[in-house]
């Protein structure tokens, strides 16, 4: 039972509640409602509460074993709706069946991150008290303890207190009711250790009951005492003394910024003054993002500076880093820290640490993630420890910063002593260096001199010893470390005319060829000036090669035109002073932008002397294509592929007739040289350029490279180069090269040259019949040849006719063969008579080797005994074909059998001794392929 505001409520056993209104003289029933009707699982009601206006009743439930419910009820008593919170999982769910997160649509906005967040943090717990706010009929709060929490009390039994023995915790959660029901997360903060428990809310507090310690009566007794204790909530810290008015603008804020109209939000707090809410909302802003309501914020504040901070910050591309320049303003550092890590600006969060001297942070962030910075992060480090007194320490970060050759001796300059002991004990050149310069500036020589040598500062000794006149031992010195720097001083130090060797000597190691070159000319040095100007700039070759033609050195003057890269000059003085030795070697470095005029006069003297094949180059490098052509022609050059396709033009990037005529004709011209040369390979290639890949075909074939012919045919896809490839393979040996065979069939099918697919066919067929007796394969091939002719299309009607008649007739011959052979098996007297009417007709040779017939008949004789009929037959054969080669036609183990029975000889028999012939050599079965062929 609970009584609030006017309203008394009860619930029954059977999960029934009433609620009375008791504000008049006598109670009124308002609410008679079996809440499992609503929510058929429950089990048995814990407690019920109502908030401010009697409209939503929240309900907590037990089961029946005597443990709370992970869910608390939301009873909606306007419309009779039931909503509910599980603590276990974060789940919430409205009326309408879906939770409120589900129908968010997918928006990714800054409400729908809290709530995610907030769920994130619902594990495990139950809810064990519940209170509406006292005023706002919205606000609804919830004391939750974990499980494992609720089996050390007693309030777990059995197994599920065994399934939960995690760290135990104590939360207090603040959430909103919307009018339609939906349950949305507001807060969540743990309890402190002495929180005994909830037992209201009051905002701008949680109310909560708190152990305060014992007080002793006397020396044997003490008694516990607790305390009524109040804790604001998140929004509201600092407001505990504020107005009402400024508690209900503030509440409203809450509730509007929790359910996401911050619109709504933002005109709620226009009214409040204090700047204690103004920086509670600020805070706030840091969480939900809202930098526009921030800058509202820090202005209600009168935080200038970090409005300015703000105002900066919108040029960081990245939302949280605005948003964690507005914490640093707020001192929330923590949360900036966890900004900058998220969007991974570690160069802000260094300088975070930097600010709040946090050195050690900063500088593990610097060499972790920020290496950019970690130099600059020393160098700061070093000026915060100088400005406290940490000398050694800001020398130590001066060094890792590299910036200590400038900052240790300003830092340590009027300590002189340190100063010294520092550079001392120091090995950097750079520091003895600048102690050596300050001592000579103290007019301290012999100590500077020291301390130029422990620097190695070779120049500065150089320049000391001539200081002091000690001329030998400067010159020596420079000669031994050859140090430019020191060497072009001692080398200045060099006035008179007696020392211009020596002075170049020392010029030249400082590579300082220009003062050299300049020595040399004023002391006529010629030979030493032709060794200077060759390692010389080429500004300084010209120079040299000017001078020594206006002395008439031309042949120096040439190749120091040619080595600076003048070489149209030094051509031009190669012909006026006939240096052709010279100008051969030049002319390998022409190139296109070299004068037309100067490479023709260089293919004309190359041509003069016979070097035809430089002419040709010097001709192609001036754009004379054909001429070059010619040129080959006449002197029979050989054209290389590499001077082939320097004879080709590149193709026009726009459609040009004229210019692709021009590219076309002289690609054919090309081609044709190289036919003449046998390069029919190169040939074919040009051809196929020039778009003539008929003529392109043609020297395929002559070069005969099977492999490339098929390739070109198949990519070329015209009829003529697929006879013309399909002839050219009948000429190779197709018989034992079954690819061969295939392509002949596919590049005739191709091409469609049936006429000449069909003649491929009967030469096949008579192959099988000369080489093999293979009548069978040999009919298959007649047929296919029979298929084709008849849709042959580039002959005359008359010849296809006879053709297919001819093809018609020697298959009947060969089928009446096979059917006699066929007949030995079954009835010897019809396979003799048929074998005999074969003989006797004039055309049997058309499609059938008599041969073959006679030797049926002549086994037939010999197995039946019969060896005089045998050897009848034979000489009968030998009378119709007297060049007759017996062993192809008839066994050796026959020929025996007869020639032992009738005691012939072998000479009489007109048989040759008898050889290992043929006697059906295992062929490669080359017609199985192409009676499949298409």
């Known amino acids: 039972m609970f009584v609030e505001n006017g309203f008394l409520l009860a619930a029954t056993g059977k999960n029934i509640i009433r609620i009375w209104n008791v504000t008049r003289r006598e109670a009124k029933l308002l609410h008679n409602k079996k809440i499992s009707d609503l929510f058929p699982t429950i089990e048995q009601i814990q407690s019920i509460k109502c908030n401010t206006t009697g409209n939503k009743v929240s309900i907590t439930m037990q089961t029946k074993e005597g443990y709370p419910d992970s869910k608390m009820l939301i009873w909606n008593l306007e419309n009779d709706t039931l909503a509910y919170i599980d603590f276990s999982n974060g789940v919430t769910h409205t009326p309408t069946g879906e939770s409120e997160l589900e129908r968010s649509d997918g928006q990714k906005d800054t409400v729908f991150k809290d709530q995610l967040e907030h769920i994130s943090k619902l594990r495990e717990l139950a809810p064990i008290s519940h209170f509406w706010d006292s005023k706002d009929p919205r606000m609804l709060v919830c004391e939750s303890h974990t499980l494992s929490n609720l089996a050390k009390k007693g309030k777990l039994k059995g197994r599920r207190a065994g399934n939960f023995n995690k760290t135990h915790t104590k939360m207090l959660i603040s959430m909103f009711v919307t009018s339609d029901s939906n349950i949305v997360i507001h807060d969540l903060s743990l309890m402190q250790p002495n929180d005994l428990g909830l037992i209201g809310c009051d905002v701008p507090n949680y109310i909560l009951t708190q152990k305060n310690g014992g007080v002793r009566e006397n020396a044997e007794t003490v008694t516990s005492r607790n305390d009524i204790t109040r804790r604001p909530l998140r929004d509201f810290v600092g407001m505990e003394e504020n107005d009402r008015e400024s508690i209900k603008a503030m509440s409203d804020y809450s509730f509007y910024s929790t359910v996401g109209d911050m619109d709504e939000a933002f005109r709620s707090i226009k009214l409040i003054k204090s700047q204690a809410v103004w920086e509670n909302m600020a805070r706030m802003c840091v969480k939900s993002r809202r930098l526009d309501v921030a800058a509202v914020c820090l202005g209600n504040m009168r935080h200038v500076r970090g409005a300015r901070a703000l105002r900066e910050a919108r040029n960081e591309p990245e939302k949280e880093a605005r948003v964690a320049m507005l914490a640093i303003q707020l001192n929330m550092y923590s949360e900036a820290e966890e900004l900058y890590t998220n969007c991974g600006r570690y160069d802000l969060l260094n300088k975070l640490y930097q600010a709040t001297g946090q050195w050690e942070k900063a500088i593990q962030v610097g060499e972790s993630q920020d290496r950019m910075h970690l130099k600059r992060t ?27 050759h400038n900052e240790v001796p300003r830092m340590l300059f009027d300590d002189q002593d340190r100063l010294a002991d520092y550079i001392l004990n120091s090995k950097d050149r750079t520091l003895r260096k600048w102690w050596a310069e300050y001592l000579e500036s103290l007019g301290e020589m012999d100590s500077a001199i020291q301390f130029y040598e422990a620097a190695q500062d070779h120049m500065s000794l150089v320049r000391m010893y001539c200081y002091f006149g000690q001329f030998e031992k400067a010159r020596s010195y420079a000669e031994k470390c050859g140090d430019k720097a020191a060497c072009y001083h001692m080398a200045s130090q060099l006035f008179e005319p007696k020392d211009a060797q020596l002075a170049m000597h020392f010029y030249t190691k400082a590579k300082s060829y220009r003062n050299a070159i300049s020595i040399a000319k004023d002391a006529g040095l010629e030979a030493e000036l032709m060794t200077l100007a060759l390692l010389a700039r080429p500004t300084d070759m010209l120079g ?27 051509i031009e003085l190669c012909f006026r002073t006939q240096q052709f030795e010279a100008l051969r070697q030049m002319v390998e470095d022409l190139d296109q932008n070299t004068n037309p005029t100067l490479v023709k006069r260089c293919a004309d003297f190359f041509i003069e002397f016979g070097q035809c094949d430089k002419a040709v180059d010097l001709m192609l490098l001036g754009g004379k294509y054909l001429e070059a052509l010619d040129l080959c022609i006449k002197q029979n050059v050989y054209i290389t592929e590499e001077l082939a396709e320097r004879m080709t ?33 190169l040939a074919a290639k040009k051809y196929t350029q020039a778009g003539l890949k008929t003529k392109a075909m043609k020297a395929l074939l002559k070069s005969g490279d099977v492999e490339k012919i098929i390739f070109f ?12 490839a399909a002839n050219y393979l009948q000429s190779l040996d197709w018989k034992r090269d079954s690819n061969i065979m295939k392509h002949i069939i596919l590049f005739y099918t191709k091409g469609k040259s049936f006429d000449s697919l069909a003649m491929f066919y009967e030469h096949c067929a008579q192959l099988e019949i000369d080489d093999y007796q293979n009548y069978e394969k040999a009919v298959g091939a007649l047929t296919e040849a029979l298929k084709y002719i008849s849709r042959a299309k580039n ?9 297919l008649a001819l093809y018609q007739e020697r298959i009947s011959l060969i089928e009446k063969y096979l059917e006699a052979r066929a007949l030995f098996q079954t009835d010897q007297e019809a396979a003799v008579t048929s074998c005999k009417h074969l003989l006797e007709n004039p055309k049997v040779d058309v499609a059938v080797k008599i041969g073959d017939v006679y030797g049926l008949l002549v ?25 007759v ?35 059906h050599i295992e062929d490669e079965d080359i017609l199985e392929d192409l009676v499949q062929s298409p």
Do not use: W
């Not at 045919?713 to 013309?724: C, E, L």
């Open 378 to 404: 020393h160098f700061k480090n070093a000026q915060f420890l100088e400005s406290i007194g940490d000398i050694n320490g800001a020398i130590s970060e001066y060094e890792r910063s590299d910036t200590h």
């Open 859 to 883: 086994e037939y004789y010999v197995t039946v005994g019969d060896h005089q009929q045998a050897y009848t037959l034979i000489e009968e054969l030998k009378s119709r074909d007297s060049s």
């Open 795 to 803: 002959m005359s009607t008359q010849e296809q006719e006879g053709r």
């Open 649 to 681: 033009l590149s193709k026009p990037e726009q459609e040009d007739p004229s210019a692709s005529l021009n590219r076309n004709k002289i690609l054919e011209s090309v081609a044709d040289s190289c036919m003449r040369q046998q390069s029919y390979r």
């Open 713 to 724: 045919t198949n990519v070329s896809r015209q009829k003529d180069i697929y006879v013309m």
């Open 544 to 570: 040299v090669a000017r001078y020594f033609e206006s002395r008439g050195h031309h042949e120096k003057a040439a190749i120091l035109y040619h080595k600076a890269g003048n070489l149209g000059h030094a």
């Open 885 to 919: 080669n017996l062993s192809h036609y008839i066994s050796k183990k026959v020929m025996e059998s007869i020639h032992t029975t009738l005691g012939l000889s072998v000479q009489e028999l007109g048989q040759p001794e008898l050889s290992q012939q043929q006697s």
